[in-house]
């Protein structure tokens, strides 16, 4: 059963409204993958963007290698450290949780590796913009050769495997385990991370399920709920604390505990056509660009 997380690290950010963006990053013994420069980067050049990192009770230095990192923007970044390890799914609900305190325009999660940029963020919120009645925007992989992507072929494979299960299960997207994605936030997602999740590492396949249950009000019907686009630059970070065993056994627990359930409409992916905002900075820049 998941853990309260420990309150005395945070900073009150309800005070601070007006994130266009509050970017969640898992974080569990990521001390020497965690690229604190190309995040340090990516805040520097979006004022507006905020990250919640949540530490999963980790047993290396992570905690103390991002204390050391908020220190240097603690306008834009906010700490969760749960007492004991949860799993990625329920340390990414804890920090949506924290995140839409804050009454961000959009919610992301994001990989602590960056094996996906973070500047992909750029593309998803132009995405959203486009498509203003959809909920959910995730970045596939599925257009990208195992070379382009630099994965192991095991894992390549496996991957493969894994998704076409669950689109035969009616899951809307062509790839699960990319971990780049953009909320709506609205009812539908205050409702969704309200309880517990029921697997460790099927964030995505849960939230879907939820965004179905709750999302009739945020959502018009004659619309896709869920969109993907084709990232333009993944690579493969070694160093994963997940095994493909670990994933299909939750992939089991979840499809016997949810037989008959519904997932939301997904439309076409973009293939990597969706336009780049012609400046970043009037993407994510302070309100008076």
Request: aromatic share 8%.
């Amino acid at each position: 059963m998941p853990t309260t997380p420990d309150m005395s690290h945070h900073r009150d950010q309800s005070a601070q409204p007006g994130h266009l963006v509050s970017v969640v990053i898992p974080c569990y013994n990521e001390q020497q993958r965690l690229n604190t420069e190309a995040i340090a980067t990516f805040l520097s050049e979006r004022p507006l963007v905020h990250v919640v990192f949540v530490d999963d009770a980790s047993t290396d230095h992570t905690f103390a290698t991002v204390t050391e990192f908020a220190r240097r923007f603690p306008d834009q970044v906010d700490l969760v450290r749960l007492d004991s390890n949860v799993g990625k799914a329920e340390a990414v609900r804890v920090g949506i949780q924290r995140s839409l305190i804050a009454r961000p325009e959009f919610v992301a999660y994001w990989d602590a590796d960056l094996s996906c940029p973070l500047s992909e963020i750029d593309r998803l919120i132009v995405s959203a913009r486009q498509r203003p009645n959809a909920l959910f925007f995730s970045v596939s992989r599925a257009s990208k050769t195992r070379a382009e992507t630099g994965r192991p072929i095991a894992r390549f494979i496996l991957s493969r495997i894994f998704n076409r299960t669950l689109r035969i299960f009616g899951v809307p997207l062509s790839d699960t385990q990319c971990g780049a994605k953009l909320l709506r936030p609205g009812g539908w997602l205050d409702r969704a991370v309200s309880n517990p999740f029921e697997t460790r590492w099927l964030l995505d396949l849960e939230l879907l399920k939820r965004l179905s249950r709750y999302s009739s009000r945020d959502h018009n019907s004659n619309g896709p709920a869920v969109v993907e686009i084709q990232t333009r630059s993944w690579r493969h970070t070694p160093g994963s604390h997940v095994t493909c065993l670990q994933v299909f056994i939750d992939v089991g627990r979840y499809v016997r505990a949810n037989k008959g359930d519904h997932h939301p409409q997904r439309v076409g992916a973009d293939n990597g056509h969706t336009p780049q905002p012609r400046h970043t900075l009037n993407t994510f820049g302070s309100s008076h660009h």
